[in-house]
Structure formats: structure tokens, C-alpha cells
């Protein structure tokens, strides 16, 4: 499988700060998500991209994020005030037309917002 | 509610034990997938299915479509499997909708 790159891949952050992260596919895809996961819990959608705009968004993906394909390569998520809460695992992933398994996931970015 | 139920949420086996790791899902969905996460928290997936049954190595995976439910087995388990395996299914938007994991120790 390629792999997708994440940076940074851990992250701490003062309350309020913005934060960016990053995610880079190696291979050119249509379907982009982001994911996160705070510690000890499941696993939550947070949006969908595709061809350059968003496709679907939970109600965690409230005003304060957004998402960005600004090179046509780089995936990015901003989080523009950061609350105690954000402090999360961040997973991008790809869907592959043909691939068997269906997803492809990013390293993680660890956040954690003191 | 949950609309994917894993069970056991842990589970403790000998080395060379046959594992069983359960899923049931209570939304329509255009498939399922079984994915890994290791300790330091990456994911990978195993398996997407839509129908019947897959295989690879010493993993099998199942659906019953009918039933809304799908397992997971590991044959001849080893230490190396330890892993937290996570049931996903795909909704209409595409988007995966996750459960809550099933943690799984195998000692030597």
C-alpha cells in the first residue's frame, strides 16, 4: 500500500493557538477524509473532500474547521482557535477505486492542546 | 445507540488459538471494512466487504448481509496480532462509521 504521509506527528498547542495539519497521498485520488479518535474512544468522522470541495461533514466539523487542498497535493485540516477538547488523534485517509481494501490511513498527527 | 456493536471489547488468547471477533451494524451500508490499530495508534486495513467471505494469510473475514453481521477470525494466533481490530462500515456518503474496537492480546 502507499503511503500517506502526516506532519507533525505530534503536536502541542496552547489553547486558542491555530493549528495545522498535514497530510500528503502519495498517489493523486479523488476521495479525501478526516478522521479523529480522542484517546480511549472510537474512532469519529470529521469531513469529506472531494475533487477539490467538501463533500460531507459531521456535526464535529463545526466553524472553527476547515479543509484545504492548496497545492493539489498537500491535504490539509486547520482547527483556527483550539479548545481543550481538540486534543485527539487526526487521521487523513484516501479511498482507492481498486484497491482491496478499500481505505488507505495517514499516520495520525497526535494533538494535544494544553 | 451504537450503529456498530463489536464484541468482546477485550479479548485474552494463547499463542496458536482460533479468535473470533464479532460486528453487528444496524444502518444499510455498501460495505464493511476490518481494520488494524497498533499501540502506537496507526491504522490499517485489513479488509472492505460487500458479500460472503475473504481471506489473507491467517485472517478470514465474513459478512451476512441479511443478519447485518460480520466476524473476524485469526487462526493459529501469534503474539504479533495483539492489536486493537476495528469494525467499520460505509454509509451512503462514503464516509466510515466506526465501532468502538475490540482489544486483543495474545500471549506467548
Known amino acids: 500500500e502507499p503511503e500517506v504521509t502526516q506532519t507533525p506527528s505530534h503536536q502541542v498547542t496552547q489553547m486558542g493557538q491555530e493549528v495545522i495539519l498535514r497530510c500528503v497521498p502519495i498517489?493523486?485520488?479523488?476521495?479525501f477524509y478526516w478522521y479523529r479518535q480522542i484517546l480511549g474512544q472510537k474512532v469519529e468522522f470529521l469531513v469529506s473532500?472531494?475533487?477539490?470541495?467538501?463533500?460531507?461533514k459531521s456535526e464535529i466539523f463545526d466553524d472553527q474547521f476547515s479543509v484545504e487542498r492548496p497545492d493539489g497535493s498537500n491535504f490539509t485540516l486547520k482547527i483556527r482557535s483550539t479548545k481543550l477538547e481538540d486534543s485527539a488523534m487526526y487521521f487523513c485517509?484516501?479511498?482507492?477505486?481498486?484497491?482491496?481494501?478499500?481505505?488507505?490511513f495517514g499516520s495520525g498527527t497526535r494533538l494535544t492542546v494544553v | 445507540k451504537n450503529e456498530v456493536e463489536q464484541s468482546p471489547q477485550n479479548l485474552t488468547a494463547q499463542e496458536g488459538e482460533f479468535i473470533t471477533i464479532n460486528c453487528s451494524y444496524s444502518v444499510g451500508i455498501s460495505a464493511l471494512h476490518w481494520l488494524q490499530q497498533h499501540p502506537g495508534g496507526g491504522i490499517v486495513s485489513l479488509f472492505m466487504?460487500?458479500?460472503g467471505k475473504k481471506k489473507h494469510g491467517r485472517l478470514i473475514a465474513t459478512i451476512n448481509i441479511q443478519e447485518k453481521h460480520s466476524s473476524l477470525h485469526i487462526t493459529a494466533s501469534h503474539p504479533r496480532d495483539s492489536a486493537v481490530y476495528i469494525c467499520a462500515v460505509r454509509g451512503s456518503q462514503g464516509n466510515l462509521i466506526f465501532g468502538k474496537g475490540t482489544k486483543l492480546s495474545v500471549k506467548p
Open positions: 473532500f472531494y475533487n477539490n470541495e467538501i463533500s460531507e
Open positions: 466487504l460487500s458479500s
Open positions: 498517489s493523486n485520488h479523488l476521495y
Open positions: 485517509a484516501y479511498q482507492a477505486r481498486d484497491a482491496p481494501v478499500g481505505y488507505t
